[in-house]
């Protein structure tokens, strides 16, 4: 193959979920098989990522300050819901289970790969739930080591002792899970099902 090709190969490699295989397909997709496909990629890339930016005050997706969500006056702004990326708000707002506001960390605490506090979209969360607006905190981070460290340190210093109700869910969820992988029926167990939090 062409420098070119090999080129692009390795561009979508990077992305999460492709392998060698499947970035190599899709590259042969827009170059071979369906080139009239190819302006109208780079165009929505080019103005998606000119556009589409953090809301301030979730992390969510958004090509205004605020998001869709945060800017609906009908949600439940007594429930936050904590989930890590952006992918795990969608798969619960899909599963219809949570008519609350969220809150996107990008990430979770990961000492090893180097993620600390500062790493994460922490300080916003704490300047929300100072804000006094929140009854119920729900963790919906994933079920292992870095995203019960996460929890653990969302307890322990941004809500301390306040009194805000912390549940988490996790029932129907496999150790070691994530939300993102969940099916819908799932999702909305685990939600329904939250427990409180304790230290």
Known sequence: MTPSFDHLVKQLKKLPGL??????RIALHVLVEQ???MS?????????SKRVKRCVRCGNLSEEELCGICEDSRRDESVLCVVEQVPDLLAIESSGSFRGLYHVLHGKLSPIKGIGPDKLNLESLEKRLNEGKH???VLALGNDIEGEATCYYIMDT?????PIKVSRIGFGLPSGGGIL???QITLKSAMDG???YHR
């Open 19 to 24: 392998g060698f295989r499947s970035a190599e």
């Open 181 to 183: 992988y969940a099916d």
């Open 35 to 37: 080139p009239d496909q």
């Open 194 to 196: 939250r427990r409180s």
């Open 158 to 162: 941004l809500i301390g002792e306040s």
């Open 40 to 48: 109208g990629l780079v165009q929505a890339l080019d103005s998606a």
């Open 135 to 137: 009854s119920e905190v």
